[in-house]
T-cell receptor
C-alpha cells in the first residue's frame, strides 16, 4: 500500500535541461516536503508546503522551484539542471491533525545530471 | 542548517548484540523522531519522543531523551541482520516552523550474521 509515490526512481538528464520531479500522496495530508540527500550531508530541506498553492523555502532552495496546484501533488522543478544537483530527492508528507508531525516518505528519485 | 548530529557515523556489530546510536541537537524541540532508511530507499518512521518524555519503548527499540543535554539515544536490542540500515534522528522545533523536521546526518548500522 504505497502512500507517497514519486514518479521516477531514476532519471538521467543533461546540464541545462528542465527537470520535473513529481510526488503524489493519497493520505489527504496537508503538509508536503522535498528533501535532497547527499553522502555526508544527510537530508536537507529544499521546499515545503502547508497547503494548496502555498510554498515555503527550506534550507537550500536555490536552483529549485515547486508547484502545489492540488493537495495531493507536490512537484519539484529544476529550471536548468546543473551537475551539482545530482542527488537523491526524497518527497514526504505529513499531517498535524494527530498532534505530531510524522513524515511518510516516498521511495526517492535518484537524479543524475551529466 | 543541520540541527542534529549523530554518533557514531558507522557501527558494525554481530547479530544478537545491542546497537546504540546517539543524536545531539542545538535548539529547543517539540519532539524528536528516529527514522530508518534501507539502502537506496525512502525513510521509514520508527519512533517519536516528545520533549516532556524521557524514555519510550517500541518492540526492540528504546529511545531516551535528555533535554538538558539536548541529546537522544536509540537502542536496538538483540539486533538482527535485517536491522542493517541507516538511522536518522529528526527534530521538530515547532513554533512558526511547525511541520518542518531537521534531520541529522545518520548512523550507518551493519549487523553481521
Amino acid at each position: 500500500d504505497v502512500k507517497v509515490t514519486q514518479s521516477s526512481r531514476y532519471l538521467v538528464k543533461r546540464t541545462g535541461e528542465k527537470v520535473f520531479l513529481e510526488c503524489v500522496q493519497d493520505m489527504d495530508h496537508e503538509n508536503m516536503f522535498w528533501y535532497r540527500q547527499d553522502p555526508g550531508l544527510g537530508l536537507r530541506l529544499i521546499y515545503f508546503s502547508y497547503d494548496v498553492k502555498m510554498k515555503e523555502k527550506g534550507d537550500i532552495p536555490e536552483g529549485y522551484s515547486v508547484s502545489r496546484e492540488k493537495k495531493e501533488r507536490f512537484s519539484l522543478i529544476l529550471e536548468s539542471a546543473s551537475t551539482n544537483q545530482t542527488s537523491m530527492y526524497l518527497c514526504a508528507s505529513s499531517t498535524l491533525t494527530t498532534g505530531a508531525n510524522v513524515l511518510t516518505f516516498g521511495a526517492g528519485s535518484r537524479l543524475t545530471v551529466l | 542548517s543541520q540541527q542534529g548530529e549523530e554518533d557514531p557515523q558507522a557501527l558494525s556489530i554481530q547479530e544478537g548484540e545491542n546497537a546504540t546510536m546517539n543524536c545531539s541537537y542545538k535548539t529547543s524541540i517539540n519532539n524528536l523522531q528516529w527514522y530508518r532508511q534501507n539502502s537506496g530507499r525512502g525513510l521509514v518512521h520508527l519512533i517519536l519522543i516528545r520533549s516532556n518524555e524521557r524514555e519510550k519503548h517500541s518492540g526492540r527499540l528504546r529511545v531516551t531523551l535528555d533535554t538538558s543535554k539536548k541529546s537522544s539515544s536509540l537502542l536496538i536490542t538483540a539486533s538482527r541482520a535485517a536491522d542493517t540500515a541507516s538511522y536518522f534522528c529528526a527534530t521538530d522545533v515547532g513554533g512558526n516552523q511547525g511541520g518542518k523536521l531537521i534531520f541529522g546526518q545518520g548512523t550507518e548500522l551493519s549487523v553481521k550474521p
